[in-house]
């Protein structure tokens, strides 16, 4: 288990490469634009042209893209991995994608003699550098005890939460909870700084206390700079927030504060902001 392909070289995906290297793994890379790619390829990494070229020759696939549809792609198109990976091979998709999809996936995988898993992660761009993701795996546990060693290479929480989709399942409910709380972090430093306080000095008081957050001491720093470069794409959360509604309405599900935080980052990306970090969510208030 010593090949890993890994497909997707994004701003998270580069430092997971990294860390694989670091740990020992031969990693064989596929991304749409190469040029992404040249740190890990000076790093060692092995390039290929197409998916296809890179899928026979790795024992664990890795595939961390985009969007839903690019999953899909990806596994069940002719050419897809399904019928490119080898018999016996397993693949983890860490893309944050629809549940139904990976279930899907699954079932077609196990007809192919390959164990697929879902395996969304948490932690942005910080927790990818530094190996610290959390790892939500959704599959079967004997495959998920094999290609443990690979995802604790990359996370520091690696666990299994059922059967496929569970691991989608549970980052839904990861980006429920971010995003409210982006709203509640946001709001609380527009209101300090309305109140004519200084900023640094409240967040060192509260961060520590009953309202500290990963948010809070991860991103509001960023804001007080004015970074507003991406951990997490405003894009891609809008994204991961359309599927938690989807799933919810499937489940005659609620979700008011989902709802507001979908809208709002909406707007944002209407407003040329899809392509900035999420502590970019100040910018709606200073419109």
Known sequence: MKKIGFVGVGVMGASMIQNLMKAGFEVHIYTRTKEKADAVIESGAIWYNTPQALAPNVDVLITMVGYPKDVEQLYLAEDGFLTTLRSGAFAI???????????????EGKLAGIAVLDAPVSGGDIGAKNGTLTVMVG??????????PILK??????????????????????????????????????????????????????????????SLSNLIPRVLKDDFSPGFFIKHFIKDMRIALDEAKQMELDLPGLTMAEQMYQQLAESGFADNGTQALIKYYEK
């Open 93 to 107: 998709d860490m893309t944050t994608s629809s549940p139904n999809l990976a279930k899907k996936i699954a079932d």
């Open 139 to 148: 599959g079967n546990e004997k495959d998920f005890l094999t290609v443990e």
């Open 153 to 214: 290479a990359m996370g520091q929480s690696v666990i299994l939460q059922g059967e496929s989709g569970a691991g989608q399942h549970t980052k839904m409910v990861n980006q429920i909870a971010i995003a409210s709380n982006m709203i509640g972090v946001t709001e609380a430093i527009v209101y300090a700084k309305r109140a004519g306080l200084d900023p640094e000095k409240v967040l060192a008081s509260v961060s520590g206390g009953a309202a500290g957050s990963w």
